[in-house]
T-cell receptor
Framework: EDQVTQSPEALRLQEGESSSLNCSYT??????LFWYRQDPGKGPEFLFT???AGEEKEKERLKATLTKKESFLHITAPKPEDSATYLC????????????????FGAGTQVVVTP | KAGVTQTPRYLIKTRGQQVTLSCSPI?????VSWYQQTPGQGLQFLFE???????NKGNFPGRFSGRQFSNSRSEMNVSTLELGDSALYLC?????????????FGSGTQLSVL
């Protein structure tokens, strides 16, 4: 069965203190790995899609990387506005059936950045 | 461009009642997916609709149903509500042309079952 595990569950950072979030996954075949950001009271907001091992994507202070077993979201010199829950999601290539709309989400990492 | 709109924002129901949630996707998006989010289980896939047809379904009981209209708007219905149905219900839209498209989420409907 597909599994997506995120660690740590929560992370408290000082402004400017860089860190990394981990997303490890087990799927039969990866169609894509997605990172989303969710603010309290809102739905997840798309950040990145990674498709194959070795791929990297960057956006402002965020950089996502992918290996065959896990993905990392690096936060460089974070600011208080980077405080959010970061969700990792994978879409599988199933042996049978389709994957329309179906993504396996991790439980998320709650990041708090203090001034 | 307007985002995904979900109504109502909050709902309070009692056990045994039924509820209907509404979702208007981004203009031009033909795929609508529904997810249940709880603190313990995270986001769980309910179902996906495209051009008024359900293309995929998650592992939820038959009390959870949905439909999509010709304008791509979607509704989700939960009958015979249970306490465990209390959750944030999220709707997401996408173009629906390929499997691994990014999803655009609404702000959700917070359902409380008393």
């Amino acid at each position: 069965e597909d599994q997506v595990t995120q660690s740590p569950e929560a992370l408290r950072l000082q402004e400017g203190e860089s860190s990394s979030l981990n997303c490890s996954y087990t799927v039969s075949g990866l169609r894509g790995l997605f990172w989303y950001r969710q603010d309290p009271g809102k739905g997840p907001e798309f950040l990145f899609t990674l498709y194959s091992a070795g791929e990297e994507k960057e956006k402002e202070r965020l950089k996502a990387t992918l290996t065959k077993k896990e993905s990392f979201l690096h936060i460089t010199a974070p600011k208080p506005e980077d405080s959010a829950t970061y969700l990792c999601a994978v879409q599988d290539k199933p042996l049978m059936g389709d994957s329309w709309g179906k993504f396996q989400f991790g439980a998320g990492t709650q990041v708090v950045v203090t001034p | 461009k307007a985002g995904v709109t979900q109504t109502p924002r909050y709902l309070i129901k009692t056990r045994g009642q039924q509820v209907t949630l509404s979702c208007s996707p981004i203009s031009g998006h033909r795929s609508v997916s529904w997810y249940q989010q709880t603190p313990g289980q995270g986001l769980q896939f309910l179902f996906e609709y495209f051009s008024e047809t359900q293309r995929n379904k998650g592992n939820f009981p038959g009390r959870f149903s949905g439909r999509q209209f010709s304008n791509s708007r979607s509704e989700m219905n939960v009958s015979t509500l249970e306490l465990g149905d209390s959750a944030l219900y999220l709707c997401a839209s996408s173009l629906g042309r390929s499997f691994n498209e990014k999803l655009f989420f609404g702000s959700g409907t917070q359902l409380s079952v008393l």
